[in-house]
């Protein structure tokens, strides 16, 4: 009898020990492969919140003269439609210069860049139509940005070593000088001064 007895415990832990292994053993894989997934969502979290950064190309803008011309180089045209005239621009104002056309201050701006373009030429040359250019007529600068219009608005005549118009200004603006009287020999007293507003102008960054 108690051999029996015996062999019927041990049918019955063998029989509720395989469930309870197998269940065990179950919870044992969840838990593993759960614990793996969620940090496989912590990590996709993380990845999908990250600020995006993508790689963009560098930009490249289309910059008016982004380097000072070198003396008597060609800086384009200045067109009076009014005068039927065309007059090479060239930078610098020294003598070499002025006999290529009108002449570039070098400390001033140059079209395009916001500011006061100053220019100079010869009045027994380049410049002698200049004394019949009205007030509202236009003076087109070509230029290989494209083309500045500005239009005629003041007109004045101030001393040779008057240096008033020779200034900064903080607005595109272009201002033509010449010596006067047209019709003087020898080294004139005056210049003649001609003011203009802007008209229009190609878009570029200055």
Known sequence: MKKK?????????FLFGIP???????????????????KQSVMLARSATAEYEPEMPPKKFKQAWPELPAPGESLGELNFPSLDLAVPVVQGTHDEELKKGAGHFAGSALPGQGGHVLLSGHRDTVFTKLQHLKEGDQVTFKTDYGDFVYEAVKFEIVPADDLTVNVAKDYETLTLTTCYPFDFIGDAPDRYIVYTKLVSMPEIDS
Do not use: E, Q, S
């Open 20 to 38: 309870i292994t197998i269940i065990l053993l179950g919870v044992g894989i969840v838990g593993f492969f759960g614990m793996d997934l969620t």
């Open 5 to 13: 007895r015996k062999r019927r415990k041990v049918w019955k832990w």
